[in-house]
């Protein structure tokens, strides 16, 4: 599969663990996006890197979030002290660099239920 | 940041019949205009997108027309099928670095009836 895959596809946790979740981009993608989606809404910017620098952090990402791209490759998003207010389909998207405008090619998402 | 706001929220439309879904933004530099399905449990995927030099685009059944000056662009689907039932997003933006995130709008549940 040479798509974005996301994993684990489905965590239920309880209120104050830690989650980590893990997000492995199309190969030669530069850019990884992080997108969070509650039911019946669209999917909400978190964050992005550029290879291994993260450009740009969304108001939603309070600071018990934290995501890396340590080699510019895959990413880990962790959220710290979960709330029921977490849960949500997290989503990962990754992009190449180039042209007017790069398409978005979106992971099958990982479902967080905090219980 | 964009502003982006999709109509109508649901649309019912007989098998067969076209549908067309209009989104306008906020941000006039945006020059990127995707359209993204997502079916019940299922990502988002891109299913058609217009660059800001273009003023139509089509593909089979599915076409996306721009408007920059009204800061707006329209998904029309023709001929539509029971699969065409999902959710649409648009998702305008400007390219450039550091530019380069998606808003989503506040989407568009598409229902065809048989």
């Known amino acids: 599969d040479t798509g974005v895959s996301q994993d684990p596809r489905h965590k239920i946790t309880k209120r104050g663990q830690n989650v980590t979740f893990r997000c492995d981009p199309i190969?030669?993608?530069?850019?990884l996006y992080w997108y969070r989606q509650t039911l019946g809404q669209g999917p909400e910017f978190l964050t992005y890197f550029q290879n291994e620098a993260q450009l740009e952090k969304s108001r939603l990402l309070s600071d018990r979030f934290s995501a890396e791209r340590p080699k510019g490759s895959f990413s880990t998003l962790e959220i710290q002290r979960t709330e029921q207010g977490d849960s949500a389909m997290y989503l990962c998207?990754?992009?190449?660099?180039?042209?007017?405008?790069?398409?978005?090619?979106f992971g099958q998402g990982t479902r967080l239920t905090v219980v | 940041g964009e502003n982006v706001e999709q109509h109508p929220s649901t649309l019912s439309v007989q098998e067969g019949d076209s549908a067309v879904i209009k989104c306008t933004y906020s941000d006039s530099a945006s020059n990127y205009f995707p359209w993204y399905k997502q079916e019940l449990g299922k990502r988002p995927q891109l299913i058609i997108d217009?660059?800001?030099?273009?003023g139509e685009k089509k593909d089979q059944r599915i076409a996306v027309t721009l408007n920059k000056t009204a800061k707006h662009f329209s998904l029309h689907i023709t001929e539509t099928q029971p699969e065409d039932s999902a959710v649409y997003f648009c998702a305008p933006r400007r390219s450039g670095f550091g530019n380069e995130k998606l808003t989503f709008g506040t989407g568009t549940r598409l229902t065809i009836i048989p």
């Open positions: 217009i660059r800001s030099n273009v």
């Open positions: 998207a990754s992009s190449l660099v180039g042209g007017q405008g790069t398409e978005a090619f």
């Open positions: 190969s030669e993608h530069n850019r």
